[in-house]
């Protein structure tokens, strides 16, 4: 069976940390992984896109790597700001199937 | 990449009635996939949608209660029937994005209180 974990299921840290948010699935043959962000009732905002073969995307402050061996891919935030405020879901994309497994998410805040 | 327009953001139904969902797509895309995110839990997949074929329904989803309608390639509709407490969700459509790196591009979701 296809899952996807997401670790920790919630966060609060002071503004200015750096954190790491973890996201782990059970098959390695996946096409894809990618992150997104979710605010209060609403819909998802991608953030990155890690294509099988990659081992990491960056943009901007944030930094998502994979390691397809171990079933685990980390979302990597510098210098938090309460506009970053959110829940964050990884969602895997095997290679068999055309939709996205989603985690459960992390629900994150930041504190000014 | 894709762009998506979805609506109603939120509606409030009651009890028996039945709801429609639209989302317009920016550019023409082969499949559209429905999402529903119930509270505090994850998004799961309802269906995919092909422009001219039915809808594939995944386990546990049934047309009945979920008919979905794909006239075109840049168009879709999803209808909650007979809705009842139970169905009051966030649903969200979705499609593959045609930007760098594919990837998957999401509706701005509605938000459905059922009383």
């Known amino acids: 069976k296809q899952e996807v974990t997401q670790i920790p299921a919630a966060l609060s840290v002071p503004e200015g940390e750096n954190l790491v948010l973890n996201c782990s699935f059970t098959d390695s043959a996946i096409y894809n992984l990618q992150w997104f962000r979710q605010d209060p009732g609403k819909g998802l905002t991608s953030l990155l896109l890690i294509q099988s073969s990659q081992r990491e995307q960056t943009s901007g402050r944030l930094n998502a790597s994979l390691d397809k061996s171990s079933g685990r891919s980390t979302l990597y935030i510098a210098a938090s700001q309460p506009g970053d405020s959110a829940t964050y879901l990884c969602a895997v994309h095997y290679n068999y199937g055309q939709n996205f497994v989603f985690g459960p998410g992390t629900r994150l805040s930041v504190l000014p | 990449s894709a762009v998506i327009s979805q609506k109603p953001s939120r509606d409030i139904c009651q009890r028996g009635t039945s709801l429609t969902i639209q989302c317009q797509v920016d550019?023409?895309?082969?499949?559209m996939f429905w999402y529903r995110q119930q509270p505090g839990q994850s998004l799961t997949l309802i269906a995919t949608a092909n422009q001219g074929s039915e809808a594939t329904y995944e386990s546990g989803f049934v047309i009945d209660k979920f008919p979905i309608s794909r006239p075109n390639l840049t168009f879709s509709t999803l209808t909650v029937s007979n809705m009842s407490p139970e169905d009051s969700s966030i649903y969200l459509c979705?499609?593959?994005?045609?930007?760098?790196?594919?990837?998957?591009?999401f509706g701005s979701g509605t938000r459905l209180t059922v009383v």
């Open positions: 550019s023409q895309v082969t499949m």
């Open positions: 979705s499609v593959e994005a045609t930007g760098l790196g594919y990837g998957y591009t």
